[in-house]
């Protein structure tokens, strides 16, 4: 371990592999995904770990993105009792009701032309912000759609690994 290493990432290179697995499976719900970040470790830094996903990110088959994908709830309905959902989307929390009602339209519209939700790092984002990203992402190839979600889950998966290296604990604690 170099000095650069955190407690939260001291404990999960020594988690046990089933602890380990569900946590990352908390960040990214692909099995690839996971099984490939947690046959590397131990990582000697969180910038380590988060190279380790984005390798594995860009390797991931149509399959796995489509497994990743279908762990995130669509933008605007955040998990209930999830606070990683709820915090991640914030933005839409104190939207208008005419723009929620919006969103769940081109939600709809979306999953019907793509087969998936939209998917979106909306950290940091405000509800108009997501908005114009769906109305703009519609129009996409399906090509260019699953890129674009690689992407995006390459943006959230190293959000919430970042967290999980922070504050990583035992007993099943994720990020």
């Not at 933005?91 to 019907?112: H, P």
């Not at 990203?133 to 998966?157: C, F, H, Y």
Request: aromatic share 4%; hydrophobic share 40%; proline share 5%.
């Amino acid at each position: 371990m170099s000095s650069s290493s955190t407690p939260g990432l001291t404990r999960f290179n020594t988690a046990d592999a089933g602890e380990a697995r569900a946590a990352l499976h908390e960040a990214c719900a692909s099995q690839a995904w996971g099984a490939r970040i947690l046959e590397q470790r131990p990582y000697d830094s969180a910038e380590a770990l988060l190279a380790a996903s984005d390798a594995a990110m860009a390797e991931l088959t149509a399959a796995d993105l489509a497994e990743a994908m279908a762990g995130h709830p669509p933008i605007g309905r955040p998990k209930p009792g999830d606070p990683t959902s709820s915090r991640e989307q914030r933005g839409m929390a104190d939207a208008s009701e005419e723009l929620k009602a919006e969103m769940l339209e081109l939600n709809l519209a979306y999953q019907e032309k793509f087969g998936h939700v939209f998917l979106i790092c909306a950290t940091g984002l405000t509800g108009e912000q997501m908005r114009d990203a769906v109305r703009a992402r519609i129009g996409n190839t399906p090509d260019q759609e699953r890129e674009i979600v690689r992407t995006e889950l390459g943006k959230i998966n190293r959000i919430r690994l970042t967290r999980l290296a922070a504050e990583f604990a035992s007993e099943g604690a994720t990020a």
